[in-house]
Structures are given as C-alpha cells and as structure tokens.
C-alpha cells in the first residue's frame, strides 16, 4: 500500500544553518504531496505542497521539490530561525482508483533550532 | 473565519466513563476526520466522512464511534473510556479527497 517514510528526529541546528528533511515515498498511483507543520500545543497546518511531478512547492522560506524518479519530496530552507522549532510532517494523496479520500502522514520529524 | 474548532481543549476521565468530542468547520467542507496523536508519535486516522450520513473507519476506529448528521459537525464519543485511549484528538476537514485537510487545535485527553 501507499505509504511515507521521512527521517527520524530530533533534528538540531544552530540558527542560520541549511535544513533538509528527507521524505520518500510508495504510491501505486498519482499521489499529491504535502509537507505540514505542527507547532508546539497546535494542529497541523499545510506548509506547502505539490501535485505533479518536477513541481515545487514553497512557502515561508521552505521548498521541496516533487521528484518523480527518486520518489522524493525533501524538505529545505536555506537559514533556519529559531521560530522554525516544530514538528515537520510529510504526507500523500494517492488520487488513483479513488484512493484519495484519506491523507497518508509520515512519522513525524521533530526540528530543534538553538539560537 | 473560525475554520475547525474543538471543544473541550482539555479532559481528565476516569475509566469506564464515556463523553463526546465535539468538532464544527464553517468551510462548507464535504470531508471530515478524526485522527489521535500519542505523545511523540504521529498521527493515526479514527474515522472519517465523505459527506453528511457516511462515515467510514480509518486505522484505529475501535472504542470510539462517529455520526455526522450535518455538514458542520463531526463528533467523536468514547464509550467505556480506557488508558490506552489518553491522547491528544484533532479534528479536521477538506473541500475534497486529496485536498489540503485543516486542522482543529486539538483536545488533550487523559484516561486514569
């Protein structure tokens, strides 16, 4: 089944340093990609996302970019800030043979950024 | 736009009590969801609804029950509550299947 593995945290940088969070993923048809942020005592919200292959998706200094070959839709920002201290969620919606009603979620990945 | 709200935020049950969840969206969402979060771990889908009067299991439906008799609301009832069941609970909604889903805060229950 479809399914998404994104790397294990915690994750811990200084502040200003380059961030990648790695996500793959299994899907047996056209799935949508997504990366959500969860922030201390909140709910997910969308960060951003993707819904073809080669596109990008960006959104408050974060890109990740929807590769198709590698299965791939890693996770960047250039200079991280301490206010990006959260909890990173990649997902998936397959939208083949209506399997599209649910969002698959990775584990989590858990970012601590040090001032 | 108040988007998903919940209620309560917070909730200490005893075993064996039961209580509902309550979750509203003012999107006009066709698509509704329960999902739990266990400290440290991701999310895991209760139930959710494609439309008002279907409701569907997800992968962990067993000791809660849903209805969805409007568009708006979606509650979640726990019956004969159980340690196991102390997590925090979010809903959320979308327009469509695949589409973003948002987010309700969350309700943070304990079971002791």
């Known amino acids: 089944g479809d399914s998404v593995t994104q790397m294990e945290g915690p994750v811990t940088l200084s502040e200003e340093a380059f961030l990648t969070i790695n996500c793959t993923y299994t899907a047996t048809g056209y799935p949508s990609l997504f990366w959500y942020v969860q922030y201390p005592g909140e709910g997910l919200q969308l960060l951003l996302k993707a819904t073809k292959a080669d ?20 996770l960047e920002k250039g200079s991280v800030q301490v206010s990006d201290s959260a909890v990173y969620f990649c997902a998936l919606s397959d939208r083949a043979m209506n399997r599209d009603d649910k969002i698959i979620f990775g584990k989590g990945t858990r970012l601590h950024i040090l001032p | 736009n108040a988007g998903v709200t919940q209620t309560p935020k917070f909730r200490i049950l005893k075993i064996g009590q039961s209580m509902t969840l309550q979750c509203t969206q003012d999107m006009n969402h066709n698509y509704m969801y329960w999902y739990r979060q266990d400290p440290g771990m991701g999310l895991k889908l209760i ?18 029950n849903v209805s969805r008799s409007t568009t708006e609301d979606f509650p979640l009832r726990l019956e004969l509550a ?30 002791l």
């Open chain 2, 47 to 64: 139930y959710y609804s494609v439309g008002a009067g279907i409701t569907d299991k997800g992968e962990v439906p067993n000791g809660y």
């Open chain 1, 55 to 74: 596109d990008k998706g960006s959104n408050k200094g974060f890109e990740a970019t929807y590769r198709k070959e590698t299965t791939s839709f890693h």
């Open chain 2, 82 to 111: 159980a340690p196991s069941q102390t997590s925090v609970y979010f809903c959320a909604s979308s327009l469509a299947g695949g589409n973003t889903q948002y987010f309700g805060p969350g309700t943070r229950l304990t079971v």
